[in-house]
Structure formats: C-alpha cells, structure tokens
C-alpha cells in the first residue's frame, strides 16, 4: 500500500531492554513525525524529522530515546534501558514538508510493552 | 502553552442522531486546527481542518466543524449518526506562522447505539 507503515505491531520487551521501532513514511515525503500515546491520551509529539535531519526533538522524554532518518525515507525510533513507563503506542506520521498546513498522514502505530 | 481541551472522554449516540464532540483551545492567537479520527488498530485520519478563511469547515464522512474565535472553540458535528461513525475522535491545534507540531487533545470516544 501507499501508506505509512510501522513495524513491528507489537513489541513485548523486559525492563532495561533495547528496542528499535521503524516507520517507513509515503513515498516522496520529506517530513516525518514520531508521537507516543499512552492509554487513554492524546499523540503526543516526540520528534520531528524534515529530511535527514532533526528540525525538532524537544519532545523526548530523556536521553534513552533516540531517532534517526539516516537517508531521508525510513526512521528508526531507538529506545535503551526501557522502563515500565516507556509502554505506549508510538505513532509515527509522514507529510510532504511543504508547510505549517501540510496533512500529516498516520501510521497504524506500534505497540510497546514493557515487562 | 498552547492546549486542546476534548469535553467528555466518551460520548454516547442513537443511530441516526446529531454527533457534537465538543473542542476547545487555549491560544492567544488562533491556532490552525484539527480532528482526527482513530478506528481500532489503524492511524489517525485527518477529518477536517480550519487553517483561514471560512470558518465552518466541511470534511469526510459528513463531518464539519466551525471555528468561533470569541469561543475558542472548534466543534465537530455530523446531522446523522452511523454504526460506522464509532471511533476515537482527535482534535488538534498547531500555532499559526511557522511551527510544524499539533497539540492533541485527550479524545473522544463515539459510541452508536443501533
């Protein structure tokens, strides 16, 4: 298909784990978007990608989280030392970049559960 | 900071009734926003969104929403419920004038009742 696409769908993992989630974004997006959203909340923003670089990351929670876009499609959400509270559904999103109104396209979400 | 607040976290409907999901902002300036909707297991759809000009916004599925400045508010209203209209219902705001990243808020639930 022609969407975004998030693998795995489901992540179990135990505390103090590594984990790597990956989005592949449309086609010919330049921007890219990782939320989290925990039980019963709204996405709330993570990271933003316009290209290979990242415009904004001041929404990670601390220095365990990590993301990369090294060639300017896929991105890897990387996670160390996970903890209880790291379990959410992380979302991640993709746009054309060409603007503050660009619609931001969804994929369907991983989801992390930590042991 | 700017915020989104979604009135209600579940909103319960008879088939064929109005849906309101009612949504309200905190910005000094008005902010280009958003709804979502959120079906089981799958991303988040844009339904509609208000960025300037007219401000009673027509989407998908039936769905529109009006902005009102002197009310900070941006409510999404369809005049006849569908079983299929149930979901999870995003609403978002995202400041005017550069920045790239929504605010969402906590969302709501539509129930359709048969």
């Known amino acids: 298909g022609a969407g975004v696409s998030q693998t795995p769908s489901n992540k179990v993992t135990e505390k103090g784990k590594y984990v790597e989630l990956r989005c592949d974004p449309i086609s010919g997006h330049t921007a890219l978007y990782w939320y989290r959203q925990s039980l019963g909340q709204g996405p709330e923003f993570l990271i933003y990608f316009q290209g290979t670089g990242a415009a904004d990351d001041s929404g990670l929670p601390n220095d365990r989280f990590f993301a990369v876009r090294p060639e300017g499609s896929v991105s890897t959400l990387k996670i160390q030392r996970t903890e209880r509270g790291d379990s959410a559904v992380y979302l991640c999103?993709?746009?054309w970049g060409q603007g503050d109104t660009d619609t931001q396209y969804f994929g369907p979400g991983t989801r992390l559960t930590v042991l | 900071a700017q915020s989104v607040t979604q009135l209600g976290s579940h909103v319960s409907v008879s088939e064929g009734a109005l849906v309101l999901l009612r949504c309200n902002y905190s910005?000094?300036?008005?902010?280009?926003l958003f709804w979502y909707v959120q079906y089981p297991n799958q991303g988040l759809q844009l339904l509609l969104k208000?960025?300037?000009?007219?401000?009673l916004v027509k989407g998908i599925n039936g769905f529109e929403a009006e902005f009102k400045k002197s009310e900070t508010s941006f409510h999404l209203t369809k005049p006849s419920a569908h079983m299929s209209d149930a979901a999870e219902y995003f609403c978002?705001?995202?400041?005017?004038?550069?920045?790239?990243?929504?605010?969402f808020g906590r969302g709501t639930s539509l129930i359709v009742h048969p």
């Open positions: 999103a993709s746009s």
């Open positions: 910005s000094s300036v008005p902010p280009y």
């Open positions: 978002a705001a995202k400041p005017s004038g550069g920045s790239y990243i929504p605010t």
């Open positions: 208000y960025t300037t000009g007219a401000t």
